[in-house]
């Protein structure tokens, strides 16, 4: 526990402070304000790095709003957060934006009615041609072009105005974030860690160019990575082609690609498929464009798919790479980066008649070129017959409409194991990082097989070059050559002193700006790194890398890592990466992995999907304590559907914390200073109270200690309602009496509402720190997390089962006066009970907050004869009392 957390414990008021009326109206804004005041979760800079509990938030992405989903899994992180700071620790909880890269740019062309275009010049006087504001998108066709430099000042502009949004819903939701810890992925910290990362990398050999096939997204005209990928569903027909032998025979393929006919390098089939083996080795001519090509073997073609045997076409998909790289077969590209068949007929194809279908295919889209070629291969009689449809899984870069090309082009990768490479410890990267993966603890820990599943699933590197603007320039230039020529294997790499930089504005050492792009000058990058290239270095930008050695040395590496499910491949993976690959170690010790948000078709929600639900008005609706009780209910790894009437039973907690407290903190008298000094509980009901308040507290530890939230709110509000519904009505009377026994009772509960505000703050904040202000001063936050031995001492070995039979006792007591429609005033003549002869010794410990409580003039006896619950054998209840007129 560390110095400064113990100057701000709180201490007992000398008089109670409890509102005439308690309610929920207005707290949101109230303890917010004086919790940023107060500086109530500022992180405390001298605690050492065994005192510090240090969480890599997830920085959400800025473009547009919050949805339920953020609020579900921050909620989770934030429960987690406020019960380390209540176990002693200085908890490190940052809070980053992430506003570059792709989402960003879109959002500016949307709202602004804008595009970029770098060739164009940066007018200083430019006033976007549209407002946003009024929910509008502008179609990509209507957008006006502008410069680079005038379209990143405006995703600058939009970022700052989404930022300050954001941070007000998560101030409104009351998370305990230290807002003096925050960064922006585009901010200049950001920047020099990631172009600082990349240039180490680059040092070391783990970062590369390559000249390769890629995915692209032909709309958004960049790279696409691997772990951007989304399979869905695409329509398409499969064409029969005929390909014809040495000998005149006909082999027969199907294609869903047509177009990519020009682009064709082999035939391959299966080796053990008998209906092929004696074609291995020979060659056969492809269909209208005569050009000869191998037909070879490779176990990744499917016998029962189709024909069984395929044209490899460079290239179609990832198998058509896979087989390019493997049987080291040449390079045909057809299709340019613009989606369209390149305009320059191919030197392979030298068929006059093949070259004349080429021309009428070149400069088509991929639509257009096949619909020309399909009605060549037709009248020709190459193919057989209609394309029958069907629907196939295609490759979608995640936030794209149409379907990935793959394109050959100039590409900055950084290792990941998806190709070999060994390491200075003899063994592969990707064996490596499956071990890395094994030091980290998951909750719940299934999701560690998602974690090696994606690792060795992978094909290649990781591609981090994107052709967008709006980003962390990739930092180096290139020598030009004395002919003009960009010599991109000449890099020049500037110095860690220089950063953060962007090649295509700064200049390298040794060089003037009138250089660039001349011969035997200097060229400089135009591409910017992927957005995970930055956030996959979160944990180095938030702790200070490069830039707060001493806070680095507090935080990290760091605890926590919360996150969602469907980003464990690209967040928390490419993190495991850098991390491994610049310090040898994993990046934090855990990893809070939380479930979907499902609709109500139990559908996961999402922006594409159109399906999301905004928060801030369930905030305002219900209140944030209920928003969170309801968010919390959840565990880790777990969907949860969206459900309102999940909140409204939190909201109705919140109240009842704020209700039964006033309650207990009135019983000793308007005023009077709460007292907690055990030794005044003698009572057994009362010691029964706190022994099984202590069980609470061991088992809601125990839930947090192992990741499951929860399972500590279960207990507590399990216990809280018990102590609402049966023992503060079983001794209310008591507490308020002359009996010597009410002091007994008044402690009980003062120690009982002081446990429980503890126990439920981390999932209802705003409530219990509205009661701790009653009696306390200081924050419940900053309070100390309850202790079980404590409460077992004050319970003095009391049996907890006891609050249970005194509980089904009263309700049976009070069922039966409402079953006669009498008040509960009215009083028993008598009343007989029958009672489990296990019970019976607990049963007459109670008896006389019994007679209190449900108002028994006469005897209260008891009969064993149950050996279930309390039940009434026999009774009579006092005439009721009369009704008093009202007041004409």
């Given at each position: 526990?560390?110095?400064?957390?113990?100057?701000?414990?709180?201490?007992?008021?000398?008089?109670?402070?409890?509102?005439?009326?308690?309610?929920?109206?207005?707290?949101?804004?109230?303890?917010?304000?004086?919790?940023?005041?107060?500086?109530?979760?500022?992180?405390?800079?001298?605690?050492?790095?065994?005192?510090?509990?240090?969480?890599?938030?997830?920085?959400?992405?800025?473009?547009?709003?919050?949805?339920?989903?953020?609020?579900?899994?921050?909620?989770?992180?934030?429960?987690?957060?406020?019960?380390?700071?209540?176990?002693?620790?200085?908890?490190?909880?940052?809070?980053?934006?992430?506003?570059?890269?792709?989402?960003?740019?879109?959002?500016?062309?949307?709202?602004?009615?804008?595009?970029?275009?770098?060739?164009?010049?940066?007018?200083?006087?430019?006033?976007?041609?549209?407002?946003?504001?009024?929910?509008?998108?502008?179609?990509?066709?209507?957008?006006?072009?502008?410069?680079?430099?005038?379209?990143?000042?405006?995703?600058?502009?939009?970022?700052?105005?989404?930022?300050?949004?954001?941070?007000?819903?998560?101030?409104?939701?009351?998370?305990?974030?230290?807002?003096?810890?925050?960064?922006?992925?585009?901010?200049?910290?950001?920047?020099?860690?990631?172009?600082?990362?990349?240039?180490?990398?680059?040092?070391?050999?783990?970062?590369?160019?390559?000249?390769?096939?890629?995915?692209?997204?032909?709309?958004?005209?960049?790279?696409?990575?691997?772990?951007?990928?989304?399979?869905?569903?695409?329509?398409?027909?499969?064409?029969?082609?005929?390909?014809?032998?040495?000998?005149?025979?006909?082999?027969?393929?199907?294609?869903?690609?047509?177009?990519?006919?020009?682009?064709?390098?082999?035939?391959?089939?299966?080796?053990?498929?008998?209906?092929?083996?004696?074609?291995?080795?020979?060659?056969?001519?492809?269909?209208?464009?005569?050009?000869?090509?191998?037909?070879?073997?490779?176990?990744?073609?499917?016998?029962?798919?189709?024909?069984?045997?395929?044209?490899?076409?460079?290239?179609?998909?990832?198998?058509?790479?896979?087989?390019?790289?493997?049987?080291?077969?040449?390079?045909?590209?057809?299709?340019?980066?613009?989606?369209?068949?390149?305009?320059?007929?191919?030197?392979?194809?030298?068929?006059?008649?093949?070259?004349?279908m080429y021309e009428q295919m070149a400069g088509k889209t991929a639509f257009s070129a096949r619909k020309a070629l399909v009605e060549a291969l037709q009248e020709s009689g190459e193919m057989h017959g209609q394309a029958t449809p069907t629907q196939r899984m295609t490759n979608f870069f995640e936030k794209g409409d149409k379907p990935l090309e793959i394109v050959t082009s100039r590409q900055w990768y950084i290792r990941n194991g998806g190709r070999p490479y060994e390491e200075a410890n003899g063994k592969d990267l990707r064996d490596n990082l499956i071990a890395a993966g094994n030091e980290l603890s998951f909750h719940p820990d299934f999701m560690h097989v998602r974690y090696d599943n994606w690792v060795n699933g992978l094909n290649t590197d990781w591609l981090v070059s994107r052709q967008r603007f709006f980003g962390v320039p990739i930092p180096v230039w290139y020598r030009v050559s004395d002919t003009g020529e960009v010599r991109y294997d000449s890099v020049i790499a500037p110095e860690f002193e220089q950063l953060p930089i962007d090649p295509s504005s700064d200049v390298p050492s040794g060089f003037t700006e009138d250089q660039r792009d001349q011969p035997g000058g200097f060229s400089g990058e135009i591409d910017i790194m992927d957005t995970w290239a930055t956030s996959s270095l979160s944990p180095q930008i938030v702790s200070g890398w490069l830039n707060d050695d001493d806070l680095f040395q507090r935080v990290y590496p760091m605890d926590l890592r919360p996150q969602g499910q469907d980003i464990i491949r690209t967040w928390?993976?490419?993190?495991?990466?850098?991390?491994?690959?610049?310090?040898?170690?994993?990046?934090?010790?855990?990893?809070?992995?939380?479930?979907?948000?499902?609709?109500?078709?139990?559908?996961?929600?999402?922006?594409?999907?159109?399906?999301?639900?905004?928060?801030?008005?369930?905030?305002?609706?219900?209140?944030?304590?209920?928003?969170?009780?309801?968010?919390?209910?959840?565990?880790?790894?777990?969907?949860?559907?969206?459900?309102?009437?999940?909140?409204?039973?939190?909201?109705?907690?919140?109240?009842?914390?704020?209700?039964?407290?006033?309650?207990?903190?009135?019983?000793?008298?308007?005023?009077?200073?709460?007292?907690?000094?055990?030794?005044?509980?003698?009572?057994?009901?009362?010691?029964?109270?706190?022994?099984?308040?202590?069980?609470?507290?061991?088992?809601?530890?125990?839930?947090?200690?192992?990741?499951?939230?929860?399972?500590?709110?279960?207990?507590?509000?399990?216990?809280?309602?018990?102590?609402?519904?049966?023992?503060?009505?079983?001794?209310?009377?008591?507490?308020?009496?002359?009996?010597?026994?009410?002091?007994?009772?008044?402690?009980?509960?003062?120690?009982?509402?002081?446990?429980?505000?503890?126990?439920?703050?981390?999932?209802?904040?705003?409530?219990?720190?509205?009661?701790?202000?009653?009696?306390?001063?200081?924050?419940?936050?900053?309070?100390?997390?309850?202790?079980?031995?404590?409460?077992?001492?004050?319970?003095?070995?009391?049996?907890?089962?006891?609050?249970?039979?005194?509980?089904?006792?009263?309700?049976?007591?009070?069922?039966?006066?409402?079953?006669?429609?009498?008040?509960?005033?009215?009083?028993?003549?008598?009343?007989?009970?029958?009672?489990?002869?296990?019970?019976?010794?607990?049963?007459?410990?109670?008896?006389?907050?019994?007679?209190?409580?449900?108002?028994?003039?006469?005897?209260?006896?008891?009969?064993?004869?149950?050996?279930?619950?309390?039940?009434?054998?026999?009774?009579?209840?006092?005439?009721?009392?009369?009704?008093?007129?009202?007041?004409?």
């Amino acid at each position: 526990m560390t110095d400064s957390t113990n100057k701000k414990r709180s201490e007992l008021l000398a008089h109670t402070e409890v509102p005439d009326r308690a309610n929920l109206d207005g707290i949101e804004k109230r303890w917010t304000s004086r919790w940023d005041d107060e500086q109530t979760y500022a992180f405390d800079r001298t605690a050492t790095r065994e005192e510090v509990y240090s969480i890599d938030t997830p920085p959400p992405t800025v473009s547009g709003s919050l949805h339920i989903g953020h609020v579900f899994s921050y909620t989770h992180t934030d429960a987690m957060a406020r019960y380390q700071r209540m176990r002693g620790k200085s908890v490190f909880y940052p809070m980053g934006w992430d506003d570059n890269g792709l989402p960003t740019e879109r959002r500016v062309q949307n709202y602004y009615g804008v595009r970029c275009d770098p060739s164009l010049p940066y007018d200083p006087e430019f006033v976007p041609p549209h407002d946003g504001g009024d929910g509008k998108s502008i179609k990509f066709a209507d957008q006006k072009p502008i410069s680079r430099r005038n379209f990143i000042e405006l995703c600058w502009t939009l970022t700052e105005t989404d930022e300050g949004q954001f941070e007000e819903l998560w101030r409104q939701l009351g998370l305990s974030v230290d807002w003096n810890q925050h960064y922006q992925t585009i901010g200049a910290k950001a920047q020099k860690v990631a172009q600082a990362g990349f240039l180490k990398n680059l040092e070391r050999g783990e970062a590369y160019q390559d000249q390769a096939p890629g995915l692209w997204d032909v709309t958004f005209q960049t790279a696409v990575a691997q772990a951007e990928l989304e399979a869905r569903e695409y329509p398409g027909s499969y064409h029969a082609l005929a390909f014809h032998t040495e000998g005149g025979d006909d082999v027969m393929i199907e294609t869903t690609r047509p177009e990519l006919l020009p682009a064709c390098v082999a035939l391959i089939a299966h080796p053990d498929d008998e209906r092929y083996q004696h074609l291995f080795g020979t060659y056969v001519t492809s269909p209208i464009f005569n050009v000869k090509l191998p037909v070879v073997a490779h176990t990744a073609a499917e016998m029962d798919k189709g024909a069984g045997i395929a044209m490899c076409c460079t290239f179609g998909d990832l198998t058509d790479v896979q087989w390019w790289r493997e049987l080291q077969l040449p390079t045909r590209s057809v299709l340019g980066k613009d989606g369209r068949i390149l305009r320059d007929t191919p030197d392979w194809i030298t068929d006059p008649a093949g070259r004349t279908m080429y021309e009428q295919m070149a400069g088509k889209t991929a639509f257009s070129a096949r619909k020309a070629l399909v009605e060549a291969l037709q009248e020709s009689g190459e193919m057989h017959g209609q394309a029958t449809p069907t629907q196939r899984m295609t490759n979608f870069f995640e936030k794209g409409d149409k379907p990935l090309e793959i394109v050959t082009s100039r590409q900055w990768y950084i290792r990941n194991g998806g190709r070999p490479y060994e390491e200075a410890n003899g063994k592969d990267l990707r064996d490596n990082l499956i071990a890395a993966g094994n030091e980290l603890s998951f909750h719940p820990d299934f999701m560690h097989v998602r974690y090696d599943n994606w690792v060795n699933g992978l094909n290649t590197d990781w591609l981090v070059s994107r052709q967008r603007f709006f980003g962390v320039p990739i930092p180096v230039w290139y020598r030009v050559s004395d002919t003009g020529e960009v010599r991109y294997d000449s890099v020049i790499a500037p110095e860690f002193e220089q950063l953060p930089i962007d090649p295509s504005s700064d200049v390298p050492s040794g060089f003037t700006e009138d250089q660039r792009d001349q011969p035997g000058g200097f060229s400089g990058e135009i591409d910017i790194m992927d957005t995970w290239a930055t956030s996959s270095l979160s944990p180095q930008i938030v702790s200070g890398w490069l830039n707060d050695d001493d806070l680095f040395q507090r935080v990290y590496p760091m605890d926590l890592r919360p996150q969602g499910q469907d980003i464990i491949r690209t967040w928390l993976f490419s993190s495991m990466v850098r991390a491994h690959l610049e310090f040898g170690q994993i990046p934090w010790k855990r990893a809070a992995i939380s479930g979907w948000i499902l609709d109500p078709d139990h559908k996961k929600m999402s922006k594409s999907k159109g399906n999301v639900v905004t928060p801030m008005h369930l905030l305002e609706k219900h209140g944030s304590d209920a928003v969170r009780y309801w968010a919390t209910s959840a565990r880790l790894g777990v969907d949860a559907a969206f459900d309102e009437q999940q909140m409204k039973i939190g909201r109705r907690l919140a109240m009842k914390v704020l209700n039964a407290s006033k309650f207990a903190l009135s019983m000793a008298g308007e005023g009077a200073a709460v007292d907690l000094d055990p030794a005044s509980v003698t009572e057994p009901v009362d010691h029964a109270l706190l022994t099984g308040l202590a069980d609470v507290v061991d088992g809601a530890t125990k839930a947090f200690d192992a990741y499951d939230h929860t399972r500590a709110l279960e207990l507590t509000e399990t216990y809280f309602w018990t102590f609402c519904d049966d023992y503060l009505e079983l001794v209310k009377d008591r507490a308020y009496s002359a009996d010597p026994a009410a002091k007994s009772a008044q402690v009980t509960l003062n120690i009982a509402v002081d446990t429980f505000l503890r126990l439920l703050a981390p999932f209802i904040p705003f409530a219990t720190e509205d009661v701790w202000s009653w009696y306390r001063t200081g924050s419940v936050h900053l309070a100390a997390w309850p202790q079980a031995a404590p409460l077992r001492a004050a319970g003095a070995g009391a049996d907890p089962e006891l609050i249970r039979v005194a509980g089904e006792a009263l309700t049976v007591l009070r069922k039966a006066k409402s079953e006669n429609k009498v008040s509960q005033r009215t009083s028993y003549a008598w009343v007989n009970l029958a009672v489990a002869t296990a019970d019976r010794g607990l049963f007459d410990l109670v008896h006389a907050d019994l007679v209190k409580a449900a108002h028994v003039r006469g005897d209260l006896s008891v009969s064993d004869e149950s050996d279930g619950a309390v039940s009434i054998a026999s009774y009579e209840l006092d005439p009721p009392e009369p009704k008093k007129p009202r007041n004409k």
